[in-house]
């Protein structure tokens, strides 16, 4: 700009020569301010995010880049309704979550691979290729026999639906956006597009043709050519030297790597015309002072800090200004980036030397990237320019770093460190480990609807909750909403827990049970967090709480000061055996609507989460319990004098755990009611039905029962208003 308004004026003031001097001077001042004129590639930048936008040039990529790509279709966010309860009183929950389907255009030249994906910086996808959210991935590598996508046909038709040939995209379908606040999020993507080192000749297929440029990219895992092609040949030139030569047949870049050695130029030919340089030696050396900012420092992708931008810096003394900083879009380890800024800063103090040299003897094998030797000079020179004049082949010469030099800086590097990082856990999402089971009732609200939770967990701490579903027998699964995020602490017995009193505190018993996993733990409690409920535990079909863990190693804790059946599991105090499940109530379970889950026997809880491949069943422990009336408890026989036989005992009623006033608790079903039978239970020889806690067998009908069936004994159950509670054995006839 300066040029063109300094050369106007001196027209204006000066004529044609005035014209010239304003140019000079406008020059001077563009090189000021916008520099010497040089034009500079894309810069690196920071992690881009996903784009959307039209007209955006999609990059080709090259070994292994981090790359955030282009949406090119998408479907609106889809919403899905989940009611939960409702029945009986209950209020009902409404939960939404939403789904979405997109494709994302990634590279415009075929790759083989995606490693990890990145949703708004934590890991969507692990290098083992397991989605660490809802939803399906497919990849399509852009080659020329590539078939259209199933939901992009199935959404937009075949009139409408391109394959994208020759175009590599991936495809999210129903991607859950419930960790994302319900937007599709940014992501970006490993893309691995070649295996093994690439040169620029791989660079430069599909672009230019009939081309020679088999020059290795030493120590660059990864690029990306995002703009013209000369920008990206100007970005890798200070790391490895692309001087050109059109002059024959094919498009040579870097000449020198053709040949086994130097090669010697002839005497320098003398020009003695007016503009000729050299005068009469034939050549002119020059060597420029050092640079205000040399170029000592590189940026670059480190492949060690997932693709965060890196930094490294040459060794030396520092220049006489602020060091110039070389932007390389590519990546790279920190080991290799330290022999390249080393290399950049070597090659850029040796270049400061420079010789123009004019022969009349062409040797074909001399062009533009040639390395050579000359007459008189030290070192080896290469060739940046040529051109053919009347007096002879004018030569321009940069000189090169020894061989040695070279050797030392690529083969023994100063020590490079990538810098700290915390990257987010690449670790597989592990099973699910499910435990279904009903609970006494609490005596909180009616009592009318079953207890039914589900204790969802996993043996890794990166699990992230399961969707838990019912299964009434036909197979079909309903879903029943999420189990959260907490894990549930199981474990298994090792041993079988002693038989022993429900009424006493159990002070000798110990069970020995093992977690799944170590990171959980059992604690111990007061006589009052006992009494306030803590340190419930299901083990087998029997409700127990333990005062002390004691941990043994190895996932192992010892159990002992036990209250047994509580909640009316007395029945199951004998009968315990190894490898029970073990199950902390300590309300992590998720509580399952009892609407959805019904009272159906054979009814199943399933589970899956992001680490199952089928979905991860259960029955229901102690289905029932919650509606069934607890055993009647003091029976006793008394002989009268007539040798009738009076039989008592005393009820208990559903949810009456804390006995406060002394008052006998209400009875909590419609009415009171018992079912007093002689033998067996499943075929009794007398059935009656009594609604006191007692019954008179009179001396006859005893003679008769004990002659019948001796040995057999009088049982009594609780009729309550949904089942039978557990028998209680009133006396045994002789």
């Keep these: 700009m300066a040029t063109l308004v300094f050369s106007a004026l001196g027209t204006l003031f000066g004529g044609p020569l005035g014209g010239a001097i304003g140019a000079l001077a406008g020059r001077q ?73 997109f494709a994302v255009a990634l590279a415009s030249r075929p790759i083989q691979s995606v490693g990890r994906i990145w949703a708004d910086g934590n890991l969507l996808r692990g290098a083992a290729g397991d989605l660490k959210a809802g939803g399906q991935f497919r990849l399509y590598t852009g080659e020329g026999d590539q078939q259209p996508d199933p939901l992009l046909l199935q959404v937009e038709g075949t009139v409408r639906c391109p394959a994208y040939r020759g175009l590599a995209y991936a495809v999210f379908e129903d991607l859950d956006l419930g960790t994302f606040f319900n937007r599709i999020p940014s992501l970006t993507f490993e893309v691995i597009a070649d295996t093994g080192p690439f040169t620029v000749q791989t660079i430069l297929d599909g672009v230019i043709g009939d081309s020679d440029a088999a020059l290795p990219l030493d120590g660059i895992d990864g690029f990306s050519c995002e703009g013209p092609l000369g920008e990206t040949l100007n970005l890798l030139d200070p790391m490895f030297p692309m001087d050109a030569d059109a002059g024959g047949e094919l498009l040579t870049i870097a000449r020198g790597r053709l040949q086994s050695a130097a090669i010697a130029l002839p005497e320098a030919a003398v020009a003695t015309g007016d503009g000729d340089f050299g005068a009469h030696a034939g050549y002119a050396r020059k060597r420029e002072p050092l640079a205000l900012s040399p170029p000592e420092v590189l940026r670059y992708y480190d492949i060690e800090r997932d693709y965060q931008p890196g930094l490294q810096r040459a060794t030396g003394r520092p220049g006489p200004g602020q060091p110039r900083t070389v932007e390389l879009p590519a990546a790279l380890t920190a080991a290799n980036a330290r022999i390249l800024v080393e290399r950049i800063a070597t090659r850029a103090g040796w270049a400061r030397e420079t010789l123009a040299w004019r022969t009349t003897e062409l040797d074909p094998a001399i062009g533009p990237g040639a390395i050579v030797t000359v007459p008189g000079q030290l070192g080896r020179w290469r060739v940046s320019e040529w051109e053919w004049r009347d007096k002879g082949v004018e030569l321009a010469l940069t000189r090169i770093a020894p061989m040695s030099t070279e050797a030392a800086a690529t083969t023994s590097p100063p020590p490079a460190d990538p810098g700290r990082s915390n990257p987010p856990a690449d670790v597989p999402a592990p099973p699910t480990i499910l435990a279904a089971f009903e609970l006494p009732w609490d005596g909180n609200g009616s009592g009318d609807a079953p207890a039914t939770f589900a204790a969802a967990t996993s043996a890794g701490t990166n699990w992230g909750g399961a969707a838990l579903y019912v299964d009434h027998g036909d197979g079909s699964l ?257």
């Design 29 to 101: 001042v563009d090189s000021l301010i916008f520099g010497n004129g040089n034009r500079e590639g894309p810069r690196l930048k920071e992690l881009a995010a996903t784009a959307s936008s039209y007209g955006t040039a999609l990059p080709r990529h090259f070994g292994q880049m981090r790359v955030a790509g282009s949406v090119i279709w998408a479907t609106a966010l889809v919403e899905h309704k989940q009611t939960q309860g409702g029945g009986k009183g209950r209020p009902s929950v409404t939960t939404f979550s939403y789904t979405a389907s």
């Design 478 to 734: 309903l879903p029943l909403g999420a189990s959260g995020r907490s894990r549930c602490i199981l474990g298994t017995a090792i041993e079988a827990l002693a038989p022993a009193s429900p009424l006493l505190f159990d002070r000798s018993a110990t069970i020995t049970v093992e977690l799944i996993a170590n990171d959980m733990a059992l604690t111990d409690a007061t006589p009052r967090l006992i009494a306030a409920g803590a340190n419930r535990a299901l083990l087998g079909g029997e409700l127990i709480q333990f005062a002390r863990a004691v941990p043994l190693g190895n996932r192992r804790w010892r159990l002992e000061a036990l209250l047994r059946g509580r909640g009316g599991t007395e029945a199951a105090v004998a009968g315990h055996g190894v490898g029970e499940r073990f199950v902390l109530l300590d309300g992590q379970p998720a509580a399952l609507d009892p609407a959805m889950v019904g009272t159906a026997t054979g009814t199943v809880i399933a589970a899956t989460g992001l680490g199952d491949s089928a979905p991860v069943e259960s029955p229901i422990a102690l289905q029932g319990i919650t509606r069934r009336p607890l055993s009647p408890v003091h029976g006793h026989a008394l002989t009268l004098p007539d040798n009738s036989l009076e039989l008592a005992w005393t009820r208990r009623a559903r949810g009456a755990w804390g006995w406060l006033d002394g008052v006998d608790a209400p009875l909590h079903e419609q009415a009171e009611a018992y079912l007093v039978t002689f033998g067996p239970l499943t075929a009794p020889a007398a059935i009656w039905q009594v609604t006191s806690p007692g019954l008179t067998i009179d001396a006859a009908q005893r003679t008769a029962l004990s002659s019948s069936l001796p040995g057999e004994s009088f049982r009594v159950r609780q009729q309550g208003t949904y089942a039978l509670s557990e028998p209680l054995v009133l006396a045994t006839l002789t």
